[in-house]
């Protein structure tokens, strides 16, 4: 007896409880994996949508000074620029933000194909933005969304970086310097190689340690001078998470912390983030869940508040 396929409704209402199940029993048995250093507190998640075909996929955020301007970059190519509103306890009530603009080449063409994955976003200290990009391994900086990109001289090592697995990670310091990592390293036990961009040229000036399955997909320095590093690891049908801090000078790490590591689900697949100081002296990190353009993901800002650490040097050389 021949049997009628499922309907497409049918498929995926069949998919959606399967997610919720395996999500559910792995998050159970991972109940333990989750940790976090004291004076670090969540805060709260928002889920943000837009009716825009563009919309979703992102992996890098950054926020203004006052916690509430933003731009947010998809990992298709698109910026968006926009403000978050705040309650009276500072929580994320709602986001107003403009439609997903595409940016461009060198030539002025809107970025496609390969050349689009955008990855990691830095703001400059005196304006304009660099992207990271890992389907072609490059930086590139803009003075605006709407203007052509501009060429920023690329490490000889970035040729050779995995596909898919490269510059997601982008941060710059208060000297203007960039700071570029590969989500993988090229062997379980190598560490992280970070490489710096002092406007003239690339060095690595240190490398950072890769453990219990985690891969950068995000960095950002705090108002404290330290290196914020956020990671995530894939494990089953969900993401864990992992933010860590590192206290740089020079060519040298001198401190690293831990600060938080989530459960399986506990949030999406965190890719960016930002860090600032609010408005009660505290460290917040603000981070955004790439959805991949699937339905059964969401695309949602989560923030925590951490204690600065007991060394601040944000003018260290």
Do not use: C
């Given at each position: ?116 994955d955008s990855e990691g ?76 961009f002092d406007g003239q ?117």
């Amino acid at each position: 007896m021949s049997r009628k396929p499922k309907s497409g409704s049918g498929l995926r209402k069949g998919l959606l409880a399967l997610v919720a199940v395996a999500g559910l029993v792995l998050g159970l048995g991972l109940a333990g994996d989750a940790r976090q250093l004291d004076g670090v507190t969540y805060l709260g998640s928002y889920r943000w949508q837009m009716d825009d075909p563009a919309f979703g996929g992102f992996s890098a955020i950054e926020l203004e000074a006052d916690g509430q301007g933003f731009m947010a970059l998809s990992d298709k190519g698109h910026a968006v620029a926009g403000r978050l509103e705040r309650d009276d306890a500072g929580r994320i009530t709602g986001i107003s933000a403009g439609r997903p603009l595409l940016l461009q080449d060198i030539a002025g063409v809107p970025l496609k194909d390969r050349a689009s994955d955008s990855e990691g976003l830095a703001l400059g200290p005196r304006g304009g933005f660099h992207v990271s990009f890992e389907g072609r391994h490059r930086i590139r900086h803009y003075t605006g969304v709407d203007q052509p990109a501009q060429r920023v001289a690329g490490h000889p090592d970035f040729a050779g970086l995995q596909m898919n697995s490269s510059l997601e990670a982008l941060a710059i310091d208060a000297r203007g310097h960039l700071f570029t990592l590969p989500e993988r390293s090229g062997a379980l036990d190598r560490p992280f190689p970070v490489y710096r961009f002092d406007g003239q040229g690339w060095d690595i000036p240190f490398s950072l340690s890769r453990s219990a399955g985690f891969l950068p997909v995000g960095a950002d320095f705090g108002p404290d001078g330290w290196l914020y590093l956020l990671e995530r690891a894939l494990t089953g049908p969900g993401f864990r998470s992992r933010v860590r801090r590192f206290d740089v000078t020079g060519d040298k790490v001198n401190a690293e912390e831990i600060l938080l590591q989530t459960r399986t689900r506990q949030h999406d697949n965190l890719e960016g983030i930002s860090v600032w100081q609010d408005g009660q002296g505290r460290i917040r990190l603000t981070m955004i869940a790439d959805d991949n353009f699937k339905f059964f993901q969401r695309t949602e800002l989560v923030e925590y508040a951490v204690t600065p650490p007991l060394v601040s040097a944000p003018d260290r050389q």
